[in-house]
């Protein structure tokens, strides 16, 4: 089961700023918390991950709350390039191995 | 573009077959991991593999198994194909076991 849980889907107008939320309550102090992106038929490309500080790179921001039971990916300007489903993934240690377990993800679409 | 590709890109099967599918890795990666995803799912991990040795796996009948060889590409095989085993099959490398991973776009079986 996944460790993470979305929004089915979420609506934001182009230009504004897109915010994803994502809760995993059960998450553990080691584990990660990793956003992807997939635009439809193509292969899910990497955004961000953190521990517990915030994040930032050229594509999203990433907010965390200081408790670690939930974060927050930021697209500061979306754009219709930006429709895709979001996923959150916790990423849960096996043995000395680092599986990635996802949800259903978040449909995003960005509306002109 | 990642740099990870996959072959073939789409490939139909018929029920007991057997068929391999081919993952090249990005340069300077030396792990490769095997998703399945299923339409409109999340991709569930199949099993992950390390400087040629598998070093992880999800919960997949032993009909699927794999390979890597010592240029770091990979092979998932899947013997007695099974009409559930149409999906996107998705390869993802990382520099290390337990750093970010990089998709490639996918190969679409279909079993028929």
């Known amino acids: 089961d996944a460790k993470t849980t979305q929004p089915p889907s979420m609506d934001c107008a182009e230009g504004r700023a897109a915010n994803l939320p994502c809760n995993h309550s059960t998450i553990s102090g080691n584990e990660y918390v990793y956003w992807y992106r997939q635009i439809h038929s193509q292969g899910p490309q990497y955004i961000i991950h953190g521990l517990k500080n915030n994040e930032t790179n050229e594509m999203a921001s990433l907010i965390i709350t200081e408790d670690r039971k939930s974060s927050t990916l930021i697209l500061p300007h979306a754009t219709l390039r930006d429709t895709a489903v979001y996923y959150c993934?916790?990423?849960?240690?096996?043995?000395?191995?680092?599986?990635?377990?996802w949800g259903a993800g978040t449909k995003l679409i960005i509306k002109p | 573009e990642t740099g990870v590709t996959q072959s073939p890109t789409h490939l139909i099967k018929t029920r007991g077959q057997q068929v391999t599918l081919r993952c090249s890795s990005q340069?300077?990666?030396?792990?490769v991991s095997w998703y399945q995803q299923a339409l409109g799912q999340g991709p569930q991990f199949i099993f992950q593999?390390?400087?040629?040795?598998?070093?992880g796996r999800g919960n997949f009948p032993p009909r699927f198994s794999g390979l890597q060889f010592p240029n770091y590409s990979s092979e998932l095989n899947v013997n007695a194909l099974e009409l559930d085993d149409s999906a996107l099959y998705l390869c993802a490398s990382s520099l290390e076991a337990y750093t970010e991973a990089f998709f490639g776009q996918g190969t679409r079986l279909t079993v028929v």
């Open positions: 340069s300077g990666h030396n792990t």
């Open positions: 993934i916790v990423r849960y240690p096996m043995d000395s191995n680092y599986q990635l377990i």
């Open positions: 593999y390390y400087r040629e040795e598998e070093n």
